[in-house]
């Protein structure tokens, strides 16, 4: 996937967040694919979720943007000339919106309004941001589905059929369930019967493994680090709940 496009306006939307922000923000970039199928559709995110953007199936291409501590990244690296449509579903400040404004797009859709003028819209507390997302597209008259969610199976074999996933990480240590919790979380479920699976993602080899030797869980059943993991499961335990999984949930 490439930020460059063939004769075809670039629409950029930015969410460079991790990969369950990118999750949530699946039925907003569905509702700009359809909206605006002649567009070369570009997510600007991190490197590493690009396989993800792929899954989704509405994204062209990806032009890695990364900024620490979940903030908003520099996008001045951008190729070519401004985008014809830029989107916000980054966050709903200043900053992120003026991150995609200082390329210049001929359209911009975000929460934050232009310097000096009242907000016509604000986000909503409590509001799952599936639906802040949709709802900002759709005051921009573009028809959004907040439950257009789900991302077809991958075809590889599954790791653990029918097992327990227990996913104690988190992009943010403060969204994490204390790591002894987890724990005896697995141990119990295994005492009764099921085969549990602790995953991790990059640098959280120590947190998945704590957790599953405090629980017993054998090596083969812990995947941690770098790689893709991919689990037929019947139920999954974890801090933040992605929001493409159909399947029993406890967080």
Do not use: K
Request: one cysteine or more.
């Amino acid at each position: 996937m490439s930020a460059r496009r063939a004769g075809r306006p670039a629409l950029l939307v930015l969410r460079a967040l991790g990969l369950g922000d990118l999750l949530a923000g699946v039925p907003a970039l569905r509702a700009l694919r359809r909206a605006f199928p002649d567009h070369h559709l570009v997510l600007a995110a991190p490197e590493n979720l690009r396989e993800a953007a792929e899954a989704t199936g509405a994204v062209d291409a990806l032009f890695p943007a990364y900024a620490p501590g979940r903030g908003v990244p520099d996008l001045r690296h951008w190729p070519g000339p401004p985008p014809q449509i830029a989107v916000d579903l980054h966050g709903t400040g200043f900053l992120s919106r003026e991150a995609l404004a200082v390329l210049a797009p001929e359209r911009l859709l975000a929460y934050a309004p232009p310097p000096g003028r009242p907000a016509v819209l604000r986000p909503r507390r409590p509001e799952h941001e599936r639906e802040r997302w949709c709802r900002l597209l759709r005051a921009h008259g573009v028809p959004a589905d907040s439950g257009d969610l789900l991302l077809a199976p991958p075809r590889l074999a599954s790791l653990a059929p029918d097992a327990v996933v227990v996913h104690p990480g988190a992009d943010a240590a403060a969204r994490r369930w204390p790591a002894e919790r987890y724990a005896e979380v697995a141990a119990t479920l295994a005492r009764r019967g099921h085969r549990v699976v602790v995953t991790g993602g990059p640098g959280e080899d120590a947190l998945v493994g704590a957790v599953a030797d405090a629980a017993g869980i054998a090596p083969r059943d812990v995947f941690a680090g770098p790689g893709d993991l991919h689990f037929r499961r019947s139920l999954w335990v974890e801090g933040e709940r992605p929001a493409e999984r159909p399947v029993p949930f406890v967080t």
